[in-house]
């Protein structure tokens, strides 16, 4: 059962989205709010706990696309929208969608069924001496093993991702953040807004690029940039530590 919260300050368009959540198998409305303030106090003080809310993007009191950035990251956003040319914001904020208005429901159960493939392409780790992973291919149903150590960076691509492998390219349909909480912090690190990278991959930092042993470029971005250089720093003193 995926849980679902709607924020819109259009009590037509909580209707519209409140009927289609009703009549689709496997949704469960928690509740709705026309103040995007109300509904986040609610939210984050455990009141509702949403898996998904539906948020629209233009409203007086908080724009949707604040509300996400002040959610957990673990509860995941759909945009709704009168205007496509939010579409870019919407998957920056690592959205799982977004629904042009006026929202047809053939266009609904397309959301849903990104949703849940999602909950179903979640990574799990396992393995001591070669660590690896099980990631959802492109193909439904299809799931990829994937070593650790043959990622050799993680591309964000809008609503999908990129893991460059030693030999290989594979598509998984998750966003970064998603990724990155199940990551092992320890090995992996964000350094931009669309890019993850294996610590052990790093060759050479130079200005805004890290180079990596492949010889592949990677932004390193203003807000990653510090805490990148800190850890990388920290490792080498720890690794130059004698026994």
């Given at each position: 059962m995926?849980?679902?919260y709607?924020?819109?300050?259009?009590?037509?368009?909580?209707?519209?989205?409140?009927?289609?959540?009703?009549?689709?198998?496997?949704?469960?409305?928690?509740?709705?709010?026309?103040?995007?303030?109300?509904?986040?106090?609610?939210?984050?003080?455990?009141?509702?706990?949403?898996?998904?809310v539906?948020?629209?993007?233009?409203?007086?009191?908080?724009?949707?696309?604040?509300?996400?950035?002040?959610?957990?990251?673990?509860?995941?956003?759909?945009f709704?929208?009168?205007?496509?040319?939010?579409?870019l914001?919407?998957?920056?904020?690592?959205?799982?969608?977004?629904?042009?208005?006026?929202?047809?429901?053939?266009?609904?159960?397309?959301?849903?069924?990104?949703?849940?493939?999602?909950?179903?392409?979640?990574?799990?780790f396992?393995?001591?001496?070669?660590?690896?992973?099980?990631?959802?291919?492109?193909?439904?149903?299809?799931?990829?093993?994937?070593?650790?150590?043959?990622?050799q960076?993680?591309?964000?691509?809008?609503?999908?991702?990129?893991?460059?492998?030693?030999d290989?390219k594979?598509?998984t349909?998750?966003?970064?953040?998603?990724?990155?909480?199940?990551?092992p912090a320890?090995g992996?690190?964000?350094?931009?807004?669309?890019?993850?990278?294996?610590?052990?991959?790093?060759?050479?930092?130079?200005?805004?690029?890290?180079?990596?042993?492949?010889?592949?470029?990677?932004p390193?971005?203003?807000?990653?940039?510090?805490?990148?250089?800190?850890?990388?720093?920290?490792r080498?003193?720890?690794?130059?530590?004698?026994?």
């Amino acid at each position: 059962m995926i849980t679902c919260y709607i924020v819109d300050d259009e009590a037509h368009a909580i209707q519209v989205l409140t009927r289609y959540i009703q009549q689709t198998p496997g949704l469960l409305l928690l509740g709705s709010e026309e103040n995007p303030l109300l509904a986040l106090d609610a939210i984050t003080r455990g009141l509702h706990q949403p898996d998904i809310v539906f948020a629209d993007v233009e409203m007086p009191q908080l724009s949707g696309v604040k509300l996400a950035e002040l959610l957990a990251p673990h509860t995941r956003v759909v945009f709704t929208t009168a205007f496509s040319g939010f579409a870019l914001d919407a998957f920056d904020r690592n959205a799982v969608d977004y629904l042009l208005k006026p929202i047809l429901y053939e266009r609904f159960l397309v959301s849903v069924t990104r949703i849940r493939e999602r909950r179903n392409a979640y990574f799990s780790f396992t393995g001591k001496e070669e660590a690896y992973c099980y990631v959802k291919g492109e193909s439904r149903g299809k799931l990829v093993r994937v070593v650790l150590r043959h990622i050799q960076y993680i591309q964000a691509m809008q609503n999908y991702l990129i893991l460059h492998l030693r030999d290989k390219k594979l598509i998984t349909y998750l966003t970064l953040q998603e990724l990155e909480e199940r990551l092992p912090a320890s090995g992996f690190t964000r350094v931009h807004k669309s890019y993850i990278v294996p610590y052990a991959k790093v060759h050479t930092v130079e200005g805004n690029q890290i180079i990596l042993e492949n010889k592949a470029v990677v932004p390193l971005g203003p807000a990653y940039r510090d805490p990148f250089l800190q850890n990388i720093n920290a490792r080498l003193i720890k690794s130059k530590r004698l026994p």
